[in-house]
């Protein structure tokens, strides 16, 4: 079983930059791949980045390449998103997930565990 919780959402205006966390519960995190998802409005939940469980593959959604930064630190049992240039279409609540085995997903249902997300809002 692993817990997630996500941290460092907030308000911020376009062009502007922030850092998601994932902090995770268990002694067995590195051994998950780790994938960033979001949620507008009305809109389906979408695959944002993944990270495999050892760090050297990462996985992005064409929006945000070049913009966001997928990394883990498995001392620390904890996933970053780092997003920067932000834009008014990265409205959402933005949620981790963990999923077992060495191999990413960009497909939700293939992750196992979920975090209860955290909102990032930018203003234009």
């Known amino acids: 079983q692993v817990q997630l919780v996500e941290s460092g959402g907030g308000l911020v205006q376009a062009g502007g930059s922030l850092r998601l966390s994932c902090a995770a519960s268990?002694?067995?995190?590195?051994?998950?791949?780790m994938g960033w998802f979001r949620q507008a409005p009305g809109k389906e939940r979408e695959f944002v980045a993944a990270i495999k469980w050892s760090g050297s593959s990462t996985y992005y959604a064409d929006s945000v390449k070049g913009r966001f930064t997928v990394s883990r630190d498995n001392a620390k049992n904890t996933a970053y998103l780092q997003m920067a240039s932000l834009k008014p279409e990265d409205t959402a609540v933005y949620y981790c997930?963990?999923?077992?085995?060495?191999?990413?997903?960009?497909?939700?249902?293939?992750?196992?565990?979920w975090g209860q997300g955290t909102q990032v809002t930018v203003s234009s």
């Open positions: 268990g002694r067995t995190f590195s051994s998950y791949a």
């Open positions: 997930a963990a999923r077992r085995g060495v191999a990413v997903a960009t497909v939700d249902k293939e992750y196992d565990y």
